[in-house]
């Protein structure tokens, strides 16, 4: 009974799964819960298994040993010494206990979950009587942490982070409830949500966010309680950006007020965030010229500031996005967190418009900027991703080139514990009587709609193979559509707009064959409408062509001219030195001839490319961008010269 009420629960509060049970505005399509599709990937699932077995682990570890739940202990008994570098190194408890809540809500851990309760019992102890929860202020009042200010919230839309910490104490006490039933970390964030929502309202306190999340959470929080007031905030603070119309503000995007933005800006991972806040909340109020203002931002994000590799944040001053079209290679910054931010951010966009192109982008930071940012083993990282290695920049904000077990600023670890365990949940979903097939993954699921249920099942080897069977099984014959998503790449668009280019068309086309036969189609907004009447064991068989693919990015890119970066499918390839003797000296034709071929042994097993130049001695090979720096320190590079 237990397991089937927690089922229940995740199925109708899920933060975009459900449908509202009244007539007030909601997502017009609703994501299938991570916990209702079941995955057997040979891509994804050991990824998934590594994020249980290894990543939560070894990170619940490492708040040990730095200090991070100490900081709570001495919280409880207000004494001591805040340990720890940053006044957000709560928010890594926090992360890990999401991503743990969504690893048992498909395998049930005893063991995992008496450890969360014992951290649980440790976080309500640190709460103050009135909700406040905020290590480096409570450890210590009269002398708190440098960043937080001497008064609560004075420093919150600058460095405090206070709401940045209530708004992942949200994500995750969402969580631990819809997997466990359990209240224990619920009735703690819920506590401090009162407490945010008599204190910042008209008259007393109208500060920005300085590092958004709390707008996410806050959604979280209205979902699951159907309490006004938690969305009503949310909308408050979001209405609260750019009352002093000050540029030097950008960097929290606090420059000018929402629905007047129309640029990327700032701190890449806040953006992303805040912008993902902005449609939850759009969605759920109705409100226009939100929707209209993080349209017009996303399309400047994704025509000028957007990188191959589906990373976004060009500097490591600031952490943020540049100019247009800035988009060094060497330099890059491309936190993890920030490619992270883009997937919720591209997915909340599919679901207020339904569009394809969302998914093109969201696809291409998951396969490339996102698992790129952690190493084979589940327990190494990098902070930021650049798309050049030459072993003189050390890009890591320690001063390192290699991977990192931790980092004294270990958002991005913790991060991947709690993104890495929901990817199933953007594989499906549906609207009325429609179903999106998003994501190409071995995996199955079943689907209710309005008067049937529906078993959907993949068989797939993408990434690597092009081939998707999906058997479409009613529980009794109906009319519905299929919406079978064609990638742009496989439409000759790489990433919607013109940052990007392939250099020649790619002339075989998509097949779709259902029971057998062949079939012409008719798209819309980027998927196969597959609209008829389905019967049980009915089976549609896609083919996506997987050529190999030379990049060309747009002519103001200036770090790109005269290069090429190699695709196949949505995999972004690179070079390292570990294949190539000399990879500077390494360059391609517009007429390279290349292979592709599947290595079982090499770096968990993928699909290399090769070639070779008539009057170059050595040949070359490119492997997928996200499986660099797993064979130690190495020379990379994306973007290849031409000859």
Same mark, same amino acid.
């Given at each position: 009974? *237990?397991?089937?009420?927690? $089922?229940?629960?995740?199925?109708?509060?899920?933060?975009?799964?459900?449908?509202?049970?009244? +007539?007030?505005?909601?997502?017009?399509?609703?994501?299938?819960?991570?916990?209702?599709?079941?995955?057997?990937?040979?891509?994804?699932?050991?990824?998934?298994?590594?994020?249980?077995?290894?990543?939560?682990?070894?990170?619940?570890?490492?708040?040990?040993?730095? &200090?991070? #739940?100490?900081?709570?202990?001495?919280?409880?008994?207000?004494?001591?010494?805040?340990?720890?570098?940053?006044?957000?190194?709560?928010?890594?408890?926090?992360?890990?206990?999401?991503?743990?809540?969504?690893?048992?809500? #498909?395998?049930?851990?005893?063991?995992?979950?008496?450890?969360?309760?014992?951290?649980?019992?440790?976080?309500?102890?640190?709460?103050? !009587?009135?909700?406040?929860?905020?290590?480096?202020?409570?450890? +210590?009042? #009269?002398?708190?942490?440098?960043?937080?200010?001497?008064? *609560?919230?004075?420093?919150?839309?600058?460095?405090?982070?206070?709401?940045?910490?209530?708004?992942?104490?949200?994500?995750?006490?969402?969580?631990?409830?819809?997997?466990?039933?359990?209240?224990?970390?619920?009735?703690?964030?819920?506590?401090?949500?009162?407490?945010?929502?008599?204190?910042?309202?008209?008259?007393?306190?109208?500060?920005?966010?300085?590092?958004?999340?709390?707008?996410?959470?806050?959604?979280?929080?209205?979902?699951?309680?159907?309490?006004?007031?938690?969305?009503?905030?949310?909308?408050?603070?979001?209405?609260?950006?750019?009352?002093?119309?000050?540029?030097?503000?950008?960097?929290?995007?606090?420059?000018?007020?929402?629905?007047?933005?129309?640029?990327?800006?700032?701190?890449?991972?806040?953006?992303?965030?805040?912008?993902?806040?902005?449609? +939850?909340?759009?969605?759920?109020?109705?409100?226009? !010229?939100?929707?209209?203002?993080?349209?017009?931002?996303?399309?400047?994000?994704?025509?000028?500031?957007?990188?191959?590799?589906?990373?976004? &944040?060009?500097?490591?001053?600031?952490?943020?996005?540049? /100019?247009?079209?800035?988009?060094?290679?060497?330099?890059?910054?491309?936190?993890?967190?920030?490619?992270?931010?883009?997937?919720?951010?591209?997915?909340?966009?599919?679901?207020?418009? &339904?569009?394809?192109?969302?998914?093109?982008?969201?696809?291409? $930071?998951?396969?490339?900027?996102?698992?790129?940012?952690?190493?084979?083993?589940?327990?190494?990282?990098?902070?930021?991703?650049?798309?050049?290695?030459?072993?003189?920049?050390?890009?890591? $904000?320690?001063?390192?080139?290699? *991977?990192?077990?931790?980092?004294?600023?270990?958002?991005?670890?913790?991060?991947?514990?709690?993104?890495?365990?929901?990817?199933?949940?953007?594989?499906?979903?549906?609207?009325?009587?429609?179903?999106?097939?998003?994501?190409?993954?071995?995996?199955?699921?079943?689907?209710?709609?309005?008067?049937?249920?529906?078993?959907?099942?993949?068989?797939?080897?993408?990434?690597?193979?092009?081939?998707?069977?999906?058997?479409?099984?009613?529980?009794?014959?109906?009319?519905?559509?299929?919406?079978?998503?064609?990638?742009?790449? !496989?439409?000759?668009?790489?990433?919607?707009?013109?940052?990007?280019?392939?250099?020649? =068309?790619?002339?075989?086309?998509? $097949?779709?064959?259902?029971?057998?036969?062949?079939?012409?189609?008719?798209?819309?907004?980027?998927?196969?409408?597959?609209?008829?009447?389905?019967?049980?064991? /009915?089976?549609?068989?896609?083919?996506? =062509?997987?050529?190999?693919?030379?990049?060309?990015?747009?002519?103001?890119?200036?770090?790109?001219?005269?290069?090429?970066?190699?695709?196949?499918?949505?995999?972004?390839?690179?070079?390292?030195?570990?294949?190539?003797?000399?990879?500077?000296?390494?360059?391609?034709?517009?007429?390279?001839?290349?292979?592709?071929?599947?290595?079982?042994?090499?770096?968990?097993?993928?699909?290399?490319?090769?070639?070779?130049?008539?009057?170059?001695?050595? &040949?070359?090979?490119?492997?997928?961008?996200?499986?660099?720096?797993? *064979?130690?320190?190495?020379?990379?590079?994306?973007?290849?010269?031409?000859?």
């Amino acid at each position: 009974m *237990r397991l089937n009420y927690i $089922s229940l629960i995740l199925f109708l509060t899920w933060f975009t799964s459900c449908k509202s049970q009244t +007539d007030k505005p909601d997502y017009q399509i609703h994501s299938v819960p991570f916990n209702e599709v079941k995955i057997s990937d040979h891509f994804w699932l050991p990824k998934i298994e590594t994020t249980r077995e290894v990543t939560i682990p070894a990170s619940f570890a490492k708040c040990e040993e730095t &200090g991070r #739940v100490a900081n709570f202990v001495k919280a409880a008994e207000k004494k001591g010494k805040f340990g720890t570098t940053f006044p957000f190194d709560d928010t890594d408890i926090y992360k890990i206990i999401e991503g743990a809540s969504y690893s048992m809500s #498909v395998h049930p851990d005893p063991k995992l979950d008496r450890y969360v309760d014992s951290l649980i019992v440790i976080i309500g102890k640190a709460q103050e !009587a009135d909700g406040y929860l905020y290590t480096a202020r409570t450890i +210590d009042p #009269v002398h708190p942490h440098a960043w937080s200010g001497n008064e *609560r919230w004075v420093n919150e839309s600058i460095l405090s982070h206070e709401l940045y910490n209530s708004g992942h104490l949200f994500e995750a006490a969402s969580a631990h409830f819809q997997s466990t039933g359990k209240r224990n970390f619920l009735d703690i964030a819920l506590k401090n949500a009162d407490l945010l929502s008599q204190v910042f309202t008209p008259g007393k306190r109208n500060d920005a966010p300085g590092h958004e999340i709390v707008e996410m959470g806050l959604v979280k929080l209205y979902r699951l309680t159907g309490e006004e007031k938690y969305l009503s905030l949310a909308k408050y603070f979001i209405d609260c950006r750019g009352k002093e119309n000050n540029p030097k503000n950008a960097y929290s995007q606090n420059h000018k007020p929402l629905i007047q933005q129309d640029e990327a800006v700032g701190h890449a991972v806040r953006a992303g965030y805040l912008y993902s806040g902005v449609a +939850d909340v759009a969605a759920l109020t109705g409100n226009a !010229a939100y929707i209209s203002a993080i349209d017009k931002i996303w399309g400047n994000m994704v025509s000028k500031k957007l990188y191959i590799t589906g990373g976004i &944040g060009a500097r490591h001053d600031g952490e943020a996005f540049g /100019d247009n079209y800035e988009l060094p290679n060497l330099t890059a910054y491309n936190e993890t967190c920030a490619a992270i931010a883009n997937v919720y951010w591209n997915y909340r966009m599919f679901l207020l418009h &339904g569009d394809s192109k969302y998914i093109d982008v969201l696809e291409r $930071s998951l396969y490339n900027g996102v698992i790129s940012g952690i190493g084979l083993d589940g327990k190494t990282f990098f902070y930021p991703n650049p798309l050049e290695c030459d072993l003189t920049y050390k890009f890591n $904000s320690d001063g390192t080139l290699d *991977r990192q077990p931790w980092f004294d600023c270990s958002c991005c670890p913790t991060n991947m514990c709690r993104f890495l365990p929901s990817v199933p949940g953007y594989i499906y979903a549906q609207s009325d009587n429609k179903l999106y097939v998003n994501l190409f993954v071995t995996s199955s699921s079943k689907i209710v709609l309005t008067g049937n249920q529906v078993t959907l099942t993949q068989e797939t080897q993408y990434p690597w193979d092009g081939n998707v069977k999906i058997s479409v099984s009613p529980e009794k014959t109906g009319k519905f559509a299929l919406c079978l998503r064609i990638p742009g790449w !496989a439409e000759n668009q790489p990433v919607p707009g013109d940052l990007y280019a392939y250099s020649k =068309p790619q002339n075989d086309s998509v $097949s779709i064959k259902i029971n057998g036969k062949k079939i012409s189609f008719l798209t819309e907004k980027g998927y196969a409408l597959l609209d008829r009447e389905w019967n049980k064991q /009915d089976v549609v068989n896609l083919s996506l =062509p997987m050529g190999i693919r030379q990049v060309i990015a747009n002519k103001q890119v200036k770090d790109d001219l005269g290069k090429v970066a190699l695709e196949r499918g949505p995999i972004v390839y690179c070079l390292e030195a570990a294949d190539n003797k000399n990879i500077n000296d390494l360059y391609l034709s517009a007429n390279s001839e290349t292979v592709n071929g599947f290595k079982p042994e090499l770096l968990g097993g993928i699909e290399t490319i090769s070639g070779q130049e008539s009057n170059q001695k050595e &040949g070359f090979t490119a492997i997928p961008y996200f499986a660099w720096n797993n *064979r130690g320190i190495n020379q990379m590079k994306v973007w290849i010269p031409l000859k």
